[in-house]
């Protein structure tokens, strides 16, 4: 389950970010293509 894994230590580092006020977490939407291994952040 590395993708599981993957996607939850994102999770953990922007509510991090969000409790700390310390840095700006991602902007608006962020999409993981498991397939291809690539992870991009899009701005709604």
């Given amino acids: ?3 599981a894994a ?3 230590g994102i999770v953990a580092q922007e509510t991090i ?3 700390t006020h310390q840095y700006l977490p991602v902007d608006n939407t962020f ?8 992870g991009q952040t ?3």
């Fill in 1 to 3: 389950h590395p993708i």
């Fill in 6 to 8: 993957l996607l939850g």
């Fill in 17 to 19: 970010k969000l409790i």
């Fill in 31 to 38: 999409v993981y293509d498991g397939h291809t291994g690539n």
């Fill in 42 to 44: 899009f701005r709604l």
